[in-house]
């Protein structure tokens, strides 16, 4: 098959995938609260491995020997096409890898504050070649191709921001899991950006801050401790928009560092400054 | 006119307000952003009056001898039926008041960030009688009345979220438009509130925020420095949703007051406990 047919198909299995997780999503999410929370399993958990079951299954009938990198690790379940490659391992990487995310924003998602998304990135040895963030609710469909341009909707061509000074900026950040043990990191940087920026967002769904960051909805975006799947559409998104990704002392990023920066380009440089400057160390 | 009769009216034309003002908002939000960029007036203003005067003109048409409070002066484009008495002074409180914000979640309209709402309240002689807040975007009408419960688009009751613990609680918060001269307190409460809750969300809309615990998607709400029209229609929402509102230090609260606590009710101590702690002066 030729490179573009083959790209083709994977911008095609993506998005049908993301779509169809997507509709899922939303059903479950609009079922009255009462109802679910009758069923005894964990609403919230059954409706992230059902989409990302309905993902991994629809990858599989078109490439069923890629690998994949999912969020919720479910091998017994993924069905005939499983070869035990579900795990987040970063050893003996494959060639073509799918990066899933069947919801993020699940805190969002639990408590009905609409917020959440599907996030599906495509890799070919090591480079993201295709990114899809869809939003059901609004039913937005975010997508990437590298070289190709972002898009909302496959008719709106995406751009980044023009905002070009950080105290007209808005920001979107997000706390780490285990925020309780970096709180005063995390405060004081908090801090820098509050005392710098036009404002400070916390929308929950770093896959969706990205999109965003994309659509030039937000102008810049930083988080910690985030994971592959949080993050694989999202770069790419931001990055055929015209933005910036990196690690927030500048490095390239990749899904596997622990921290990123993310912003129009423009305020790169003084969204890098803010968050890589080292803590004053007083002397004793 | 008998008592049922005129609130039913307060309501219409309320609703009315809300929707026509809401509707010219998302107008001009999904304008390109190059064309709107060009007028010669600050497109973000622009709206902003535009949708006032469009509320005060149909609460004049029925109303000719209410108070109005809003957040933008402009007395001379009211028309006819304006008689100086729009502004934001506390003296002389006519017996019934409209507190009026025609877009709440400015910053967040101006960078094309989905959060923004229309609130207006009705007060008579003090008393909040009826609010309703509407989300044009998502076309999502939150409407009270007084002993009369809490809507969404005229059809669904309202209720707020049944979590009856604080570590498992969604909180909602803004930063003071001041932030940078209080940013120890602001960072300091919200590092409480991070470690003691399941998360804490920013979205950038007070009106919004209130009607979202009133909603139940969101656990509980604070912020300080907010302006009457900020919060006279949400505490309704939330009050008839079955929620509580107080200021930080568990008072009753009012529109003037410096600070807003809200949740579900069931939390409200915990959340009162958590805002209120002094901070500890180390002796010199």
Redesign the interface.
């Known amino acids: 098959m030729k490179q573009q047919d083959f790209l083709d198909q994977v911008r095609q299995v993506g998005r049908q995938a993301a779509l169809a997780a997507g509709a899922l999503l939303k059903l479950n999410y609009e079922k009255p609260?009462e109802l679910t929370m009758k069923s005894a399993i964990d609403p919230v958990t059954e409706s992230d491995f059902a989409a990302q079951k309905t993902i991994i299954n629809l990858i599989r009938q078109t490439f069923p020997d890629h690998g994949i990198l999912a969020e919720e690790k479910m091998e017994t379940e993924v069905g005939e096409g499983a070869k035990g490659r579900d795990s987040a391992s970063q050893e003996a990487t494959p060639t073509y890898r799918w990066v899933i995310d069947p919801l993020d924003g699940t805190?969002?998602f639990a408590?009905?504050?609409?917020m959440f998304c599907v996030s599906i990135g495509f890799e070919a040895a090591g480079v993201m070649e295709y990114g899809v963030v869809y939003e059901p609710?609004?039913d937005e469909l975010f997508e990437a191709m590298r070289g190709g341009g972002a898009w909302l909707n496959r008719s709106k061509r995406l751009k980044v921001?023009g905002?070009d000074r950080l105290n007209e900026a808005?920001v979107a950040t997000g706390?780490p899991y285990d925020?309780?043990e970096r709180?005063p990191e995390?405060?004081e940087r908090?801090?820098k950006v509050?005392?710098s920026s036009?404002?400070?967002?916390?929308?929950?769904s770093a896959a969706l801050d990205l999109a965003?960051v994309a659509?030039?909805?937000?102008?810049a975006f930083f988080e910690e401790n985030l994971k592959p799947w949080d993050t694989a559409a999202g770069i790419l998104l931001v990055m055929e928009a015209g933005g910036a990704v990196s690690t927030f002392t500048g490095e390239p990023y990749t899904i596997f560092s622990d921290n990123i920066a993310s912003s129009n380009g423009v305020l790169h440089r003084d969204i890098v400054a803010l968050l890589s400057r080292k803590r004053i160390i007083r002397s004793p």
């Open positions: 609260h805190v969002n408590h009905g504050f609409p609710l609004r921001s905002v808005l706390f925020i309780r709180l995390t405060l908090m801090g509050l005392a036009q404002g400070l967002r916390r929308a929950g965003y659509a030039g909805r937000m102008d």
